[in-house]
Nanobody, 125 residues
Framework: DVQLVESGGGLVQPGGSLRLSCAAS????????MGWFRRAPGKEREGFAG???????YYADSVKGRFTISQDNAKNTLYLQMNSLKPEDTGMYYC????????????????????WGQGTQVTVS
C-alpha cells in the first residue's frame, strides 16, 4: 500500500505564497500521474494541478501562472508552490497518486487516483 502525507498548509494573506509537500511512503511506485486536488467550502472537489511521470505538467485555468507542481523522485515527494494566493484558493488540499484505469490523459479525473492524502488546510484571508 501507499501512504501520502501532505504538509505546508496554513493561513496566508491575499497575495502571499505557500509551498505544499506530499510525501509518499510504503510500497511506492511510479504512477503515470500525480495530482493536487482541493475542496473549497460548499464546492465539489477540483483537480487543479497534475504532473505526468514524463515531467509534463497540467493546470486548471484558475491556477495557471500562479501555481507550480513539481516532484522529487529521489525523495518520493510531490510539491505545490502557490503564489499570488487569492481568497478563492481557500480549501482543503489533497495530493493523489494515479492507479491507472481507462482515463487516458484526463489527469483531473478523481477516479483515476487510487491513493489520497489526508489533506492540508489552506486559508487565504
Amino acid at each position: 500500500d501507499v501512504q501520502l502525507v501532505e504538509s505546508g498548509g496554513g493561513l496566508v494573506q491575499p497575495g502571499g505564497s505557500l509551498r505544499l509537500s506530499c510525501a509518499a511512503s510504503g510500497n511506492t511506485y511510479s504512477p503515470y500521474y500525480m495530482g493536487w486536488f482541493r475542496r473549497a467550502p460548499g464546492k465539489e472537489r477540483e483537480g487543479f494541478a497534475g504532473i505526468h511521470t514524463g515531467g509534463s505538467t497540467y493546470y486548471a485555468d484558475s491556477v495557471k501562472g500562479r501555481f507550480t507542481i513539481s516532484q522529487d523522485n529521489a525523495k518520493n515527494t510531490l510539491y505545490l508552490q502557490m503564489n499570488s494566493l487569492k481568497p478563492e484558493d481557500t480549501g482543503m488540499y489533497y495530493c493523489a497518486a494515479d492507479g491507472g484505469g481507462p482515463y487516458g490523459g484526463i489527469w483531473f479525473e478523481p477516479r483515476r487516483y487510487n491513493y489520497w492524502g489526508q489533506g492540508t488546510q489552506v486559508t487565504v484571508s
